[in-house]
């Protein structure tokens, strides 16, 4: 065998880059080869992308309250950084896995491209429920995670973000970790801190208003006025409670919320702020008395003009995708819809905004907020919110008109605006040695 033709090193039995690995690399794999007909001369550096650049796996041992020693696994993979430093959240949650680490890091890779931002993709996370460890705890295991990867993370390297199960309290225990291992405070190593800390006004809302924003843009498309608008949200954390917040405020009317704990449906509108303090202050919506109870498999039924999935990857499956009565999907998660259900989607006429477009607002303001960092210059939040509509408004134009183009769906335009500006990169940089 040729050296070329050696295999991936294995994990289990499996090679982790394995074609036939499981989702959701697989459905990033998929989704990259969707691309491959439109890359002309630049398809010669495709598999690129279908490689890592570099994945990192840390052991995390704790010392437990009770005395015991309890270890837990960590990632942090950079997918690419052809364009700039990595940039991706860290997920506390007890179904993280490579894979899924690696399909989360390729996405950003195309996100951060897709929109303009001068980032490569790179993403973290625990293998750990972040709900069963007491404060001291989590505190523990976050800084020894930051100590592990601090070999590979930095504000000119990689700069981690919140994600599932983390927060900006875990971030503010990032940057004093990562600053006192290099005995000097970098406010820029991560963003979606604390504001006391060099962290952006605005960052927490960003996801949730960039969401509402593509929204309204497809509406518009879709003639769908939003007062009065019918709207489905899963999940209702920082991406979905705020989305769900903002198209209240502009007129919508939420009928169903769901996270981990219920599937909540109420035709006459939900009330969202009472919803959201109801979730604070029970740990979940459970027992929300401002709307009925309904079936998971009904709630992906619910006739509306936007269906916005904001929790986890793989929801919408090809199952799930013949029963949907939305107009549009607006994808606050990263990966919730597969490429098989994508196609289903499409052949019934749903018009699928993609998570690399859609939840983009967060990361387009970690980057504001890593600017303000590097120039120690701090701008308002209508400054913020503003320059963030305009970003988000050009991207999904350009997506917009690509797809209008080619005739492709708008995943496929994203994706090829962002691989074209990708491998450009990788092009231009050669091969080294
Ligand atoms: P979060 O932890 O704040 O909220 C997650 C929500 O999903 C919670 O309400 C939780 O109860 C719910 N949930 C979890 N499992 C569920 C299940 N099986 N069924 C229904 N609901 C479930 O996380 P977040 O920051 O809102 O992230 C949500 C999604 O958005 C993720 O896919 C994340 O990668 C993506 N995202 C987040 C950001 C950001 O800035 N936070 C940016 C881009 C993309």
């Known amino acids: 065998m040729s050296q070329s033709r050696i295999p991936p090193a294995s994990l289990g039995g499996l090679s982790y880059l394995d074609p036939a690995a499981p989702e959701p690399w697989a459905s990033f794999i998929e989704q990259i080869e969707r691309v491959r007909p439109h890359l002309g001369p630049l398809e010669r550096w495709i598999e690129t992308l279908k490689h890592p650049k570099r994945t990192l796996i840390v052991d995390i041992p704790i010392e437990r309250d009770d005395g015991t020693i309890a270890h837990f696994e960590g990632y942090r993979v950079q997918h690419n950084l052809s364009r700039g430093p990595g940039k991706g959240g ?39 429920d972040p709900a069963t460890l007491s404060s001291g705890e989590l505190e523990r295991v976050t800084r020894r995670f930051t100590s592990e990867i601090g070999i590979i993370i930095g504000p000119d390297r990689d700069i981690p ?27 820029g190593v991560v963003t979606g801190k604390p504001v006391a800390l060099g962290g952006s006004l605005g960052r927490q809302e960003a996801t949730g208003r960039g969401v509402y924003f ?28 705020i989305a769900a917040r903002l198209f209240r405020a502009a007129g919508a009317r939420v009928i169903a919320i769901a996270d981990h704990t219920a599937t909540l449906v109420n035709e006459s509108g939900i009330d969202i702020p009472a919803a959201q ?112 509509e305009r970003i988000m408004v050009n991207a999904f134009d350009a997506i917009w008109q690509v797809a209008q183009e080619k005739q492709v769906p708008l995943r496929t335009a994203a994706f090829i605006i962002a691989c074209h500006r990708v491998l450009e990169a990788r092009a231009e940089r050669g091969l080294y040695p």
Not at 299 to 307: A, K, P, R, S
Request: glycine share 12%; charged share 20%.
């Open 277 to 388: 303090a109801w979730a604070a202050e029970h740990a979940g919506l459970a027992g929300f008395p401002g709307a009925a109870p309904i079936d998971i498999e009904d709630f992906w039924q619910l006739e509306c003009d936007y269906l916005v999935p904001a929790a986890l990857e793989g929801q919408i499956t090809p199952e799930r995708a013949t029963g949907v009565r939305a107009r549009v999907v607006v994808e606050g998660a990263n990966g919730p819809t597969t490429p098989a259900a994508d196609d289903v989607l499409r052949s019934r006429g749903v018009l699928v905004v993609p998570d690399v477009l859609a939840n983009a607002g967060g990361v387009t303001v970690s980057y504001f907020e890593w600017v303000q960092d590097f120039s120690s210059f701090f701008w308002t939040e209508d400054e913020i919110n503003a320059r963030l």
């Open 161 to 187: 973000a919140p994600d599932v199960g983390t927060n900006a309290k875990i971030m503010a225990m990032m940057m004093d970790t990562f600053s006192m291992n290099r005995g000097g405070t970098a406010t």
């Open 214 to 241: 593509c929204a309204r843009e497809a509406g518009k498309r879709q003639h769908i006025a939003m007062e009065g608008a019918r709207i489905v949200v899963q999940g209702f954390g920082n991406v979905g409670g």
């Open 90 to 128: 860290i997920r506390y949650h007890p179904a993280v896995t490579l894979n899924e680490v690696m399909a989360l890091a390729g996405w950003m890779t195309v996100k951060n491209a897709a929109i303009g931002l001068p980032f490569g993709g790179a993403k973290g996370g625990i293998r750990v």
